[in-house]
């Protein structure tokens, strides 16, 4: 198939790519490069891709625009000039913290930009947008484990806004114009090529240079972290598990419309997330306790049921053999190493 992966060199958009591309699929990716972290990781992946096709002498499998969502003829003249047999939309501003400091680039990449996605799939009757939501949708939600039918109107954070008006937008699309929409919700997604913001990467770079790692809350918070290979596998399962129209005894909805949770389903203290790291360093941490930051929340766990009924998902990478396959990667790259032959 001719697919379109948007964020193609952001950390999931690079894995799905990956993917998307031993399975002989023709991935177009578009990404703008920004510099909410450095451009630099993302243009090492981009390279990464381009050797892996090489080596699987695939090289008209993928193809690289630089393009910014909020750029709408440029959006509508890539759909106009392919016939997207799926559209992957990974690309969005993460983070939880920054949305406090920045918000207007929330608006303008996760408002704006997915709007420009969804005209354009609707004026090219693409037929099956997956896009990404996110965990933090669920705000302050006591009931665990999370599942999709829990109220999710009082997002905590900006970026959580967002994410959940990407979710009704979405719906008002799929009823509108018949266009089937997936949404996936990512529970605290880590691996190799990973996020430098994130926890575990920022973390990890303290302690090889024998610097404090600041630990909110003492650590009693859990996180459903989801090792980017599960993520991938049920990514990739999703995408040709097109929604039908099922009618909404609830909501009286009859759109092609589906929301899924997409997560380990096994939440860990942030404690025992630390200590998997010191682990895998072979390296103690030094700890800064500090209280709970604003935005974030104190438990997030993945009701995965339904991923796992509909297309088979199961997530099946331990924290300790995940955070040993990061920080092989993390020690090389850090170090110089940036070969393709890494593993993922």
């Excluded at 008209?60 to 969502?69: R, T």
């Excluded at 090529?193 to 024998?210: E, N, Q, T, V």
């Excluded at 090792?227 to 909805?253: C, E, F, L, R, W």
């Excluded at 990667?329 to 032959?341: A, D, F, I, P, R």
């Amino acid at each position: 198939m001719k697919i379109l992966v948007t964020g193609v060199a952001g950390f999931i958009g690079y894995h799905v790519t990956k993917e998307l591309i031993a399975q002989n699929h023709v991935v177009y990716g578009i990404d703008n490069l920004n510099d909410y972290y450095d451009p630099q990781l993302k243009k090492d992946r981009l390279v990464d891709l381009q050797q892996h096709c090489e080596t699987l002498e695939k090289s008209n499998n993928f193809k690289f625009e630089l393009m910014d969502l909020v750029d709408s003829p440029a959006i509508n003249s890539l759909f106009a000039n392919n016939n997207f047999d799926r559209v992957i939309h990974l690309a969005a501003q993460a983070g939880v913290r920054y949305s406090i400091e920045n918000p207007k680039a929330y608006i303008d990449s996760n408002i704006v930009g997915f709007i420009n996605i969804l005209e354009a799939c609707r004026a090219q009757n693409t037929p099956h947008l997956v896009y990404a939501s996110s965990s933090s949708v669920y705000g302050m939600n006591n009931k665990i484990p999370f599942s999709t039918t829990d109220y999710t109107d009082n997002p905590i954070s900006l970026y959580a806004a967002t994410k959940k008006s990407n979710e009704i937008m979405a719906h008002s699309y799929s009823h509108l114009f018949d266009i089937p929409t997936t949404g996936l919700r990512f529970f605290t997604v880590y691996g190799p090529w990973g996020r430098p913001d994130m926890a575990y990467f920022s973390f990890s770079k303290a302690i090889c240079l024998g610097e404090p790692i600041k630990v909110f809350n003492k650590g009693k918070m859990e996180r459903d972290f989801t090792y980017i290979d599960d993520i991938v596998n049920g990514i990739v399962k999703v995408m040709d598990k097109i929604p039908a129209a099922q009618p909404n005894t609830k909501t009286q909805s009859t759109a092609r419309y589906k929301i899924y949770n997409i997560g380990n389903n096994n939440p860990i203290t942030l404690e025992k997330f630390i200590s998997s790291i010191e682990s895998a360093l072979g390296k103690k941490a030094i700890k800064k306790e500090l209280p709970m930051q604003p935005g974030d929340v104190p438990r997030t766990y993945a009701d995965v049921d339904d991923l796992i009924k509909d297309v088979g998902f199961k997530p099946s990478t331990t924290i300790e053999t995940g955070m040993a396959k990061f920080a092989d990667w993390y020690l090389k790259y850090s170090t110089g190493e940036k070969s393709s032959n890494n593993e993922n």
